[in-house]
């Protein structure tokens, strides 16, 4: 027997089902006092034999207050079946007995003292455990019907422990045979009846829940079960309840003239509004005795909590209608007899009050809260929490806590108790998390991932944020996730407020390996609250799941206004909303009051489905049986709608969503408004759910006939993938009687989750009192018109008649008749003759009007039509000066994080589609423009992105689209990256004018590629200024502004013009400049190659750069690249472009430094590949190179890194970047010494060249030997190069002379292994015969080249060291004569001293020179002149050194003196152990200006010739004479530096005033520390100690062996 029934009020006696047979009346089933506020199902087994009747009985007593009901009472044969929850009445409902136990639980009928809890008679079945003979405790464990889904479920049982100490019950989880740990645990203290209790269970699938308990010999009464249930989800912490869904596990104690706790709503004998969702519509329980003329007392008790953590925070909320109302109580329950008194209170000046305790109990406990009310008021409770840790003492208002995880995790909190858990890290590997992090896209950025983790329980990582205070409607929460793998993924997005946790967002399955961005409104919450990321994942199969970049957008509530302008609404707490969200269900005031008093502000018809569908109704034309569904959120997720609803923002409220009977494509499900009258300007707005099928739809009509035959669509669903509740509204007007109707279409797919919740008419909307039904014929009038859906006055009902056909457009506002097909109507070119066939279609200069672009931002800061004055900035516009654009401000201190600007919907496009528009960003901005556009799929792609401001009031940009075969958005999306605690910037105003698309239109073609050749002559041709970067492209012929950096002339004439960028200020280091081709058609085959000619010299030259950019996808490519000072002259550039994409060509060039001006001129694109050149690069092909047969191993041509630690090139000589190739010989363990691999040229005629010149790297500390030969054609070799051992990670120059030859030859490249070793790669680039002789080997002239001496680059020194002659055109700080030639066209080295700080150095280093007993000598040509000009210094470094981070090594000689305008020669004898490479160092003095130059450096085998031999000490030398010798040497050397310092006082108050009275010492011979030797004399051996000067830090002391010399 079935029926339903409702108890409610605060005292309602019982409701009885008896049962009449021939002898007597048996009581079958019974409840008593108030039950939850909703109908309630009941089943109860009858056996009929001998009944002869059925009859339920109502009670009342004398003080009763509240009702009983009952309804749809049905009677079927057979046992009763309920689906969610087993009582055990009818059968054991799949429940089993482990049977690897001697303990057995059985299904056993009530006793009149033992009554069963699901009939709460004699007349029900519970489960308990058997007794037995046995002499031996048994253990009995009851195992549930498995489950095989992964997911939290909450497991919630009534249960009742006798007397008697050895009675208990506890919960496990069974998996595999094997019992998880104890989940939940009840034993001592005896039952006083039947106690309910809740568990959460988590596992992997398929497992049981056990329920054991034991049997101990000589007890004849054991545990009882009854009413288990489960539900999906977590339970609420054990006694934490928000009462939206019930009582939990709270239970009414019935007592002797008392009354019951009541679940209610706001103004039934209590407050107005609940404390969870501040509303009327939320939930709490009330005590209230006014039905009473005497004091009367309430009990509930919670469950039993065993705390988990020795200290929790106890947390409530209470409401008392007035100071007499009462006295509530909360106590501590832990027996029969032990009760301890937590609060006790009598007044809550009658608003929601909160009382919050520590608790530390280590033994299991009960909350007992008493009211004891009069007859004069009540006392209301909600939100208790039982939650771990400490109770905050201090609540101070709390922010929004994102995350970005690069310096900690900002207070995030692993709350981990499973299996996994959640850890910071980064460039992980394998099973534990992503290589790269989203915030900076590197191996060196963080993020938060899940790892193993050896929790007992089986649940998920979960990972909590800081508390936050209240959020307002426009909440959204923004992070980036990477779900990877193949084990079982799942990541949720949940939010807590007290007890209650609502899921937001979820996702499982493997994503790849890339971080998507995850966004959800968290909207209106009304009470303190916390984010958390739950991940499980099985750590059995390679995959992550990882987290960043966490922000919450909009979510600080309005802020209050001195006054609002006339067409919004003021708030009571005087923040401002618009007119149209007042009564639209959406607290925008987060006050409540746009939702207060509708009635007064018009609108009535209002439905939030928590009372049922109000005045909407099923429709009699969609698919029978499926119609819209009334749904709580808790019960319909995750199978037929959303996990919360909109108005309470919660499990617990309602909504409704389309019938789950449809099934085909097409299928429909409706839902109708009440008939209005006819209306005009009638507004609905309403809020949906769509996370669904993008090819369902959902729509909203007018309807005025039966039929739905002349339906009129006035909104149609856009967005339908979205984890968040969506606002809409559309406007109509109507003639006639109409009807609204929502409808939903069954797509292609499988319908997942769609809801409509929260729907408002405006006061406009007149309904029928009479509710009469629509005609079932039609009537002669024009359908209802949608205020939103015209787009031009052609589309409008009431639009003029006009001449054209059909299948025309009518050129509206052109003067005459003017018709053109109606296919030519937005195709991206005018074709009426005032271009009225593109309105709406994307391109606008907001003369006018908006075009369609619309501002779609959530928050105060919208995208608004401005019109330009001096108060306005920017104070022109872009398309008159004095007309419109379009703006956004942020004002300082907003915390609104973006407004977007979007487009109307644009038509497909040709593949060469570009969007061209002229932007504005404030010069205090914090924050960035980007564009953003649909993808295909229905993500957004960022296409540009520019965070600086913009120097002139526009700048343009042109941006690539590329094809699109449907039509597609676009956003102008301005971001905020200002603080309430940045006080510095100013208001971040972003403007945007004059948007037009470049060569969209489909029958466009592209020139040929002949057409983007320029030599900018005449302006930049067909290229164009990028604008994403801060400095532009500059025209100029002549020389640059700086001096020692820049070209003298173009390239083309000498005299014309080139292109370069400015390096000196206001322009800074890293700056950027971007030229754009416009889209090229993909290569073809043969592909074509582009050139053009550039000039990099300076100091501080920085970088230039190639990439080739797609559209489609939009994605950028590095194809060549060079850093840093290329010398003093032009130089080609050939890159053979293949890509069979369409794409553009971008020239990006970087600022180094001050004195680094990059110039481009020349550029061409011809068909074909490039043509050869006297440079073998290999990036074609292997240049006709042979590999040889007779050696052991081949050189393998390769691009990009060898991805070996410590060793290899990361990328080619020729183009720096990973696309280029390079020969390479990798190395392994397995090599053996003296194994080779060789490599030999094309044949070269007798005669040709006399000097081979290539690039090799050899890094590692493994390195064998590199050997060039010159081989005749017989195959007789003659060794020309060799080099040895690690020469660090660079590319080196090599240089041979060729052995003149009568017979053709080749050249013969060898690789020789040193042995087994990792660490041993080499390779070799670039290889070039010239006819110009090589510079003697050891020996630089620098008249060609700067040999094999390098610059070591922006890393370490502040500049590089300059190739450069006397006659040079460009100005320049070098001598006016070199050495070698003694004439101005002669070349050498030299620094620019005109630029940099005090103190800045420039490297200039050597190859590497292996050991040798007899030494090196250095011998070079130096030139100082000028005042303060600074120090040169020659160091000697090795690996070992190097690799300790001292770039410099060991000091060998310095000089610091101006030595007049003539070139010296110094001389440098080294002796090292170790393979060692010389170092020049020159340090910047105080002094702008003055020559610092090299010429002719040699290094010579042997020592230096004036120096005499040194003999090694001799072993036997007693103690005493090296004592002696010891002595002696530093003796001599105080009294030298005493006399040299008397000497340097002399000689700075002579000449020049002292530097912080520290400067070197200065003579007029150059000054070595290591010999003493002055003006040409030696006068002893090295010492140790050397003079610095204090400002700048000093290398080590020299440890050498060596004797330097000087000949200065």
Same mark, same amino acid.
């Given at each position: 027997? !079935? ?152 497991? #919630? ?150 705390? #988990? ?8 909320? +209470? ?167 193949? %084990? ?366 619309? %501002? ?55 593949? +060469? ?32 992105? #520019? ?14 689209? !590329? ?65 994403? %970067? ?25 005299? !014309? ?47 230039? #750069? ?152 050899? +890094? ?54 040193? !042995? ?108 100082? +002149? ?11 470094? &090795? ?55 090299? %010429? ?110 000087? &000949?200065?």
């Amino acid at each position: 027997m !079935g029926f339903w029934y409702f108890m409610l009020g605060p005292s309602v006696s019982t409701l009885d089902l008896m049962v009449k047979t021939n002898s007597s009346e048996l009581l079958v089933w019974t409840r008593q006092g108030t039950q939850n506020p909703e109908w309630i199902n009941a089943q109860v087994s009858i056996n009929m034999t001998n009944t002869t009747q059925v009859m339920f009985t109502g009670h009342r007593n004398t003080n009763s207050k509240g009702f009983i009901a009952i309804d749809d009472i049905t009677v079927k044969e057979g046992a009763c079946s309920n689906q969610n929850e087993c009582g055990f009445d009818s059968s054991w409902c799949s429940f089993e007995n482990a049977l690897d136990h001697k303990g057995h639980w059985g299904r056993k009928r009530g006793t009149t003292y033992q009554v069963d809890h699901t009939y709460g008679t004699e007349n029900g079945f519970y489960m308990t455990v058997m007794i037995s003979n046995s002499t031996q405790t048994e253990e009995a464990q009851l195992l549930t019907p498995e489950f095989t889904s992964a997911t939290e479920i909450c497991v #919630r049982f009534w249960y009742w422990i006798p007397t008697g100490s050895s009675n208990s019950l506890a919960v496990h989880g069974l998996r595999s045979g094997e019992l998880s740990k104890t989940l939940w645990q009840r034993s001592g203290a005896p039952s006083s009846g039947w106690e309910v209790s809740e568990v959460t269970v988590s596992s992997p699938a398929n497992y049981h829940v056990v329920f054991k308990a034991f049997h101990v010999p000589g007890t004849n009464s054991t545990v009882r079960l009854d009413d288990i249930s489960v539900r999906d989800g977590a339970c609420s912490p054990p006694g934490s309840c928000d009462f939206e869904s019930g009582q939990c596990t709270w239970v009414n104690i019935p007592k002797e003239d008392g009354h019951d706790w009541v679940l209610s709503r706001g103004g039934f004998q209590g407050p107005p509004t609940d404390h969870t969702t501040q509303t009327p519509e939320g939930w709490f329980l009330v005590s209230s005795s006014l039905h009473q003329n005497r004091s009367s007392v309430a009990q509930v008790l919670s469950e039993w909590i065993q705390l #988990r953590d020795t200290t929790s925070c106890l947390t409530l909320w +209470y409401h008392m209608d007035s100071s007499d109302s009462g006295t509530l109580k909360v106590l501590m329950r832990s027996g029969p007899s032990e009760e301890e008194l937590m609060f006790n209170s009598n007044s809550s000046g009658r608003v929601w009050t909160r009382f919050s305790k520590s608790v530390e109990k280590r033994k299991p406990f009960q909350l007992l809260i008493e009211a004891e009310t009069n007859n004069r008021g009540f006392i209301a409770i909600d939100d208790i929490s039982v939650t771990p840790g400490l109770c905050q003492v201090n609540e101070t208002s709390l922010g929004f806590v994102g995350c970005s995880f690069e310096n900690g995790t900002c207070g995030w909190e692993d709350i981990s108790v499973g299996q996994c858990e959640w850890m910071r890290g980064r460039n992980a590997t394998g099973n534990t998390g992503p290589s790269v992090d989203h915030t900076e896209g590197t191996e060196l950025g963080w993020y938060i991932t899940v790892m193993p983790h050896r929790g007992e329980e089986m649940s998920p990582a979960a990972v909590q944020s800081p508390t936050m205070k209240q959020a307002s409607a426009t909440c959204t929460l923004h992070f980036y996730y990477n779900t990877y793998g193949e %084990d079982i993924e799942e990541l949720n997005v949940l939010l807590k407020e007290g007890s209650r946790t609502t899921s937001l967002w979820w996702l499982t399955g493997n994503h790849g390996d890339v971080w998507h961005h995850g966004e959800v409104t968290v909207g209106r919450i009304p009470q303190d609250f916390t984010i958390l990321f739950e991940a499980s994942r099985t750590f059995n199969r390679p995959g992550h799941i990882a987290v960043d970049d966490i922000d919450f957008a909009n979510c600080t509530l309005p802020e209050p206004q001195p006054v609002c302008p006339e067409n919004m609404f003021m708030c009571n707490n005087s923040v401002c909303v618009e007119h149209n969200q007042v009564c639209d269900f959406s607290d925008d005031c987060a006050d409540w009051s746009d939702e207060n008093n509708c009635e007064q502000q018009g609108v009535v018809e209002r439905c939030s489905f928590e009372q049922g569908l109000c005045f909407w109704e099923q429709s009699d034309v969609d698919t029978p049986g499926a119609g819209w569904m009334h749904h709580k959120g808790q019960e319909a997720w995750p199978e037929h709608g959303p996990p919360r609803d909109h108005t309470l923002n919660s499990a617990a409220g309602h909504y409704v969503s389309p019938g789950t009977h449809l099934t085909a494509n097409g299928q429909s499900s409706e839902i109708l408004s009440k008939t209005l009258l006819p209306s005009s300007h009638c507004t609905v707005r309403f809020f949906f759910f769509s996370l669904d099928d993008a090819t369902a739809r959902l729509t909203a009509q007018s309807r005025t006939l039966q039929s739905g035959s002349d339906d009129n669509v006035l909104w149609l669903r856009e967005n339908s993938q979205s984890y968040s509740w969506q606002r809409a509204e559309f406007a109509f007007s109507s003639s006639h009687n109409s009807q609204i109707v929502f409808r939903y279409e069954q797509g292609d797919g499988q319908r997942w989750l769609v809801a409509l919740d929260d729907i408002s008419f405006s006061k406009e909307c007149v309904f029928d009192p009479e509710n009469t039904k629509l005609p079932n014929t039609s009537t002669t009038s024009a359908p209802p018109t949608s205020s939103n859906t015209s787009t031009s006055p052609a589309s409008s009902s009431t639009a003029p008649t006009h001449p054209c056909q059909d299948n025309e457009f009518f050129c509206w506002r052109s003067a005459g008749n003017v018709c053109i097909l109606a296919t030519l109507q937005c195709d991206y070119h005018p074709n009426c003759p005032q271009g009225e066939d593109e309105d709406g279609c994307g391109r606008c200069t907001f003369e006018s009007n908006q075009c369609q672009w619309t %501002d779609t931002s959530d928050g105060q800061s919208r995208w608004q039509r401005q019109k330009a004055s001096n108060n306005t900035e920017p104070p022109t516009d872009h398309t008159t000066d004095t007309g419109y654009f379009m703006r956004v401000k942020f004002s300082q201190g907003s915390t609104q994080i973006e407004a977007r600007l979007q487009s109307p919907p644009l038509p497909s496009t040709s593949p +060469y589609c570009q969007i061209v528009f002229h932007f504005h960003i404030s010069a205090e901005s914090a924050g960035s423009l980007r564009v953003l556009m649909q993808q295909a799929e229905g993500g957004e792609a960022i296409l540009w992105s #520019r965070s600086h401001n913009t120097v002139s009031h526009w700048t343009p940009e042109h941006l690539p689209l !590329g094809l699109h075969q449907q039509p597609y958005k676009v956003w102008f999306s301005s971001m905020n990256k200002g603080t309430q605690t940045d006080t510095t910037a100013g208001d971040h105003i972003v403007a945007v004018d004059d948007i037009s698309f470049l060569n969209c239109e489909k029958a466009y073609q592209p020139p040929a590629l002949s057409a983007w050749g320029c030599s900018f002559e005449d302006g930049l041709c067909v290229w164009a200024q990028g604008a994403e %970067d801060e400095l532009d492209w500059l025209i100029r012929s002549g020389p640059t502004e700086t001096p020692n950096t820049g070209p003298a002339g173009d390239h083309t004439t000498g005299k !014309g013009k080139y292109l370069y960028i400015k390096s000196s200020p206001p322009s800074v280091k890293g700056n950027t400049a971007q030229l754009k081709s416009l889209l090229l058609p993909p290569a073809g085959e043969e592909g074509y190659c582009f050139t053009f000619w550039y000039h990099m010299f300076g100091a501080t030259a920085g970088s230039l #750069r190639i990439l080739l950019q797609t559209a489609n996808p939009l994605k950028k490519t590095l194809v060549w690249q060079k850093s840093g000072n290329q010398g003093d002259e032009w130089l080609l550039v050939q890159s053979h472009v293949t890509l069979q994409r369409v794409h553009q060509v971008i020239l990006e060039a970087t600022v180094g430094g001050q004195a680094g001006d990059i110039a481009i001129d020349d550029m061409s694109l011809i068909s074909g590949p490039c043509p050869a050149s006297d440079i073998c690069d290999f990036e074609e092909g292997s240049c006709n190179w042979q590999q040889q047969t007779t050696d052991d191993f081949d050189w393998v041509r390769q691009s990009g890194s060898a991805h070996k630690p410590n060793t290899g090139p990361d990328s080619d000589h020729t183009t720096n970047t990973p696309m280029g190739h390079y020969y390479y010989l990798s190395s392994s363990t397995d090599d053996c010494a003296g194994q080779t691999a060789k490599m030999s040229s094309p044949l070269y005629p007798a005669g040709k060249g006399a000097c081979v010149q290539l690039w090799y790297h050899m +890094y590692g500390k493994g390195m064998g030997m590199l050997n060039i030969y010159q081989q005749s054609e017989e195959g007789k070799q003659a060794l020309i190069f060799s080099q040895t051992g690690d020469q660090g990670q660079m590319w080196r120059s090599a240089q041979a002379s060729l052995l003149p030859r009568v017979q053709p030859y080749r050249i013969v490249v060898e690789g020789v292994k040193a !042995g087994p070793t990792q660490e041993g790669d080499m390779a070799f680039d670039d290889v070039q015969l010239t006819d110009a002789q090589c510079p003697p080997l050891g020996h630089c002239d620098f008249e060609s080249s700067i040999c094999s001496w390098s610059n070591l680059g922006g890393r370490v020194d502040q500049g590089d060291w300059l190739r450069g002659q006397g006659a040079s055109p460009n100005p320049n700080t070098g001598p006016s004569v070199d050495h070698t030639t003694n004439s101005t066209h002669g070349y050498y080295l030299y620094v620019d001293s005109s630029v940099g700080e005090w103190g800045d150095m420039s490297f200039l280093i050597s190859d590497v020179f292996q050991p040798s007993t007899r030494g090196h000598c250095l011998i070079f040509w130096y030139h100082m +002149y000028g005042n303060h000009v600074g120090t040169l210094r020659v160091y000697i470094n &090795d690996r070992k050194m190097h690799t300790g981070g001292n770039e410099e090594g060991i000091l060998k000689w310095i000089d610091t003196v101006n030595n007049g305008d003539k070139w010296q020669e110094a001389r440098v004898s080294v002796k090292h152990q170790e393979a060692f490479w010389f170092v020049f160092v020159y340090q910047r003095g105080m002094n702008t200006g003055g020559d610092v130059a090299l %010429d002719d450096i040699t290094i010579l085998p042997g020592g230096c010739y004036s120096e005499p031999p040194i003999d090694p000490p001799d072993d036997n030398i007693d103690m005493l004479s090296v004592g002696l010798a010891v002595g002696l040497t530093l003796l001599t050397g105080v009294i030298i530096s005493i006399f040299l310092f008397v000497l340097n006082r002399k000689y700075s108050t002579m000449n020049q005033p002292t530097i912080m009275n520290n400067d070197p010492i200065e003579v007029n011979s150059a000054f070595n520390l290591f010999d003493c030797k002055i003006d040409g004399v030696q006068r002893g051996t090295e010492s140790d100690f050397s003079f610095f000067n204090k400002l700048y830090n000093p290398s080590p002391n020299v440890t050498d062996t060596t004797v330097a010399s000087s &000949d200065a």
